[in-house]
T-cell receptor
Framework: DAGVIQSPRHEVTEMGQEVTLRCKPISGHNSLFWYRQTMMRGLELLIYFNNNVPIDDSGMPEDRFSAKMPNASFSTLKIQPSEPRDSAVYFC???????????FGEGSWLTVV | AQRVTQPEKLLSVFKGAPVELKCNYSYSGSPELFWYVQYSRQRLQLLLRHISRESIKGFTADLNKGETSFHLKKPFAQEEDSAMYYCALRGAGANNLFFGTGTRLTVIP
């Protein structure tokens, strides 16, 4: 298996632009997580899905952030409008039902200027 | 509320020296504890979990419920151990992992 696949790997965008990050979980995994990593705050859970349904989105910073999972093999994290303080590495991760290991993607490095 | 504390943001040791990365947690029930490692610009990888009681790459971690700690130890550090290490907690019946802020380990040759 190729593991959790994220795109884009790197993105530089101007403040105010819309950013869409994409994730393909490992096939057969039914839980999907979005984390944000910054120097100051480390890894923070933004939202997670079970069976494509959002379970906990309390970590989503504000209304500018939204996440969807239209099917078991695809999820998006959207920021609209983006701001410089959104600059971070965004990780997607997945886990299979009954499993005890969360597998991470390589991350999307976002820079908002 | 759950909380994971890694008191050291940065830790430097010489090659061959013992290393201990500290992790303390706060949780009212019986959590699962994990250590994840992130090498430079790579994805996070599971290093070990307390329920397995295993040694990976020479690292071990023992869950001390009395002290609510899960410190990561290695008797002889190697240069390739230089990385970011995250301690993580999963509550009973919970799906998500709650991470500490991480410790960057540098092994000096």
């Amino acid at each position: 298996d190729a593991g959790v696949i994220q795109s884009p790997r790197h993105e530089v965008t101007e403040m105010g632009q819309e950013v869409t990050l994409r994730c393909k979980p490992i096939s057969g995994h039914n839980s999907l997580f979005w984390y944000r990593q910054t120097m100051m705050r480390g890894l923070e859970l933004l939202i997670y899905f079970n069976n494509n349904v959002p379970i906990d989105d309390s970590g989503m910073p504000e209304d500018r952030f939204s996440a969807k999972m239209p099917n078991a093999s695809f999820s998006t994290l959207k920021i609209q409008p983006s701001e410089p303080r959104d600059s971070a590495v965004y990780f997607c991760a997945s886990e299979k039902r009954g499993g005890n290991t969360i597998y991470f993607g390589e991350g999307s490095w976002l820079t908002v200027v | 509320a759950q909380r994971v504390t890694q008191p050291e943001k940065l830790l430097s040791v010489f090659k061959g020296a013992p290393v201990e990365l500290k992790c303390n947690y706060s949780y009212s029930g019986s959590p699962e504890l994990f250590w994840y490692v992130q090498y430079s610009r790579q994805r996070l990888q599971l290093l070990l979990r307390h329920i397995s009681r295993e040694s990976i790459k020479g690292f071990t971690a023992d869950l001390n419920k009395g002290e609510t700690s899960f410190h990561l130890k290695k008797p002889f550090a190697q240069e390739e151990d230089s990385a970011m290490y995250y301690c993580a907690l999963r509550g009973a019946g919970a799906n998500n992992l709650f991470f500490g802020t991480g410790t960057r380990l540098t092994v000096i040759p």
